[in-house]
């Protein structure tokens, strides 16, 4: 019962409680509760097809794929596939892209349902690369046995701690959820607090970490994954920085105390902060 008692506590899923039972009791409008309901679909939806398509895609090297585009022009395609998931998703982080996010949905309700928006633009743009992608029919190399297993079991393990770094930065806002059930129940969207519990008190990016090792702990191995691979890593590694600009401005002394005590993208072997003796 204590343990219970704690884990509703915790602020990650009493606020994902809160959301969810707002959402099912309603104030009335038809009109707003339709709205809500079908970009929710709409959302989770995308965002579930973009995820399995992520992930069968990468266990087989992107060796697989409905992309028909001939080569040489398949190279263009390919690397067009690649760049425009991270152009739109940074842009869609500055303030002028969240204004224009406000603006997608006609009438009063955009800003709202602006993170489900965000989110079914996001597993659209994945969904596309990893569906659309052209395979170059090269394959270097691809576990079996004792191997296969193990770097399955890698993998698998690597998309869990993505699932946990998502939950842990807020649950609501990285499935869309936040938009569209605040619009059902009426009310505006509360924003988590700055992340600091769980794999966050360990390193400031652990989904961005988190996605990159999903890329380099496939089983099959192929010139599109290493591309792929080299491209969003490079990604991660630097997208985070003008995400911490943002968190400085919001956040300030708070953000700065956070970023003195915990590193950016690898855990510290020791707990000694990095200014004590």
């Not at 992930?55 to 090297?61: E, L, T």
């Not at 807020?170 to 499935?175: C, I, L, M, R, T």
């Not at 496939?218 to 994954?225: E, G, I, L, R, S």
């Amino acid at each position: 019962m204590t343990c219970w008692r704690s884990m509703l506590a915790d602020p990650r899923i009493a606020r994902l409680i809160a959301l969810i039972r707002a959402a099912l009791h309603p104030p009335a409008g038809t009109g707003r509760i339709m709205l809500a309901l079908l970009m929710g679909a709409l959302c989770h939806l995308l965002f579930a097809a973009a995820v399995l398509a992520m992930i069968a895609a990468m266990f087989f090297g992107l060796s697989a794929s409905f992309g028909t585009v001939p080569w040489p022009w398949a190279a263009l395609a390919n690397a067009a596939l690649i760049a425009q998931f991270p152009l739109a998703h940074s842009f869609f982080l500055t303030l002028r892209g969240s204004t224009f996010l406000t603006r997608l949905i006609p009438g009063p309700h955009g800003a709202t349902l602006a993170t489900t928006t965000y989110a079914i633009i996001a597993s659209a743009q994945l969904l596309a690369l990893f569906a659309l992608w052209t395979p170059s029919g090269i394959i270097w190399w691809r576990a079996d046995g004792a191997a296969f297993w193990a770097i399955s079991a890698a993998y698998a393990a690597s998309w869990l701690v993505l699932m946990k770094a998502s939950f842990d930065a807020g649950a609501e806002v990285q499935s869309g959820a936040l938009g569209w059930m605040s619009l059902m129940a009426r009310i505006r969207p509360v924003f988590p607090d700055m992340p600091t519990r769980g794999l966050f008190a360990l390193i400031r990016q652990p989904i961005y970490v988190a996605f990159a090792l999903t890329l380099w702990t496939v089983p099959v191995w192929t010139p599109d994954q290493l591309v792929l691979a080299a491209s969003y890593t490079a990604y991660c590694l630097l997208a985070p920085r003008m995400k911490e600009r943002r968190f400085a401005r919001r956040y300030g002394a708070d953000f700065a105390r956070y970023k003195a005590d915990v590193p950016y993208a690898l855990p510290r072997l020791k707990k000694d902060k990095p200014h004590a003796q």
